[in-house]
């Protein structure tokens, strides 16, 4: 949803009827949020964007049957029959170029200098969203592990002393005699070095 509505912004601001935040990969262009267009996805070699991410300024094409770039491209060429194009790279905090947030038009045109602003400030917008979702996803990851591990813990801690307390019980329940009470020394001595061993080893971890 905070996609959609970052490319239904763009359109807006420079009044065009087609936005798109797109994504670039080795082999393809594929489409994050869009506005006007019926694509999911297309081959690098025919998408505007793959030439966005090449600098770091925005790509404005006013007429691409006059670009010979874009001349013979089958967006150009064929549906949407794309004419217009103005694509801002999207750069991440790395320095990645990951793709572009455009507005496309079926007929020529420009932009004023205020959409252009506002466009370069909707991609960067893009950028800042894309890392929030990143870091949201990587908090989730660690909640997991750290659920998992807790879970690990509470049984490694949990087994030995069950172990142990069950030995003591029985040997009072029994009023054992001390003969046989250190014949369960072994056992209580392993249930003892066994959590000594974990909370060594969480301590290391933790600090």
């Known amino acids: ?7 239904e912004m763009a359109s807006r601001i420079c009044e065009i009827p087609m ?3 797109t994504l670039i990969d080795t082999t393809r262009q594929w489409f994050k949020a869009k506005v006007g267009l019926d694509m999911d ?3 690098r070699e025919e998408a505007f964007c793959a030439h966005t991410i090449l600098d770091d300024a925005m790509l404005i094409v006013p007429d691409a049957t006059k670009d010979e770039r874009f001349v013979a491209n089958p967006l150009v060429t064929g549906k949407p029959d794309i004419r217009f194009y103005a694509g ?3 750069i991440n905090p790395e320095g990645f170029r990951l793709g572009s947030l455009c507005v496309l038009d079926t007929k020529p045109r420009v932009l004023t ?3 252009k602003y506002y466009l370069a400030v909707l991609a960067r917008q893009v950028v800042k969203q894309m890392e929030l979702h990143k870091k949201v996803a990587e908090l ?3 909640n997991d ?3 998992k591990l807790i879970s690990v813990i509470s049984h490694d801690l949990r087994s030995p002393l069950s172990s142990l307390f069950g030995l003591l019980e029985l040997a009072e329940k029994h009023d054992l005699p001390q003969e046989d009470f250190r014949k369960f020394l072994t056992n209580i001595r392993r249930a003892f070095v066994s959590v000594n061993t ?3 080893n969480l301590l290391e971890w933790a600090s």
């Open 1 to 7: 949803k905070d996609f959609d509505e970052l490319v």
């Open 41 to 43: 996805y297309g081959p």
């Open 113 to 115: 200098e205020t959409q």
């Open 198 to 200: 974990l909370l060594t």
């Open 88 to 90: 801002m790279p999207l």
């Open 19 to 21: 936005s798109a935040i």
């Open 140 to 142: 989730q990851r660690l």
């Open 145 to 147: 592990a750290n659920s």
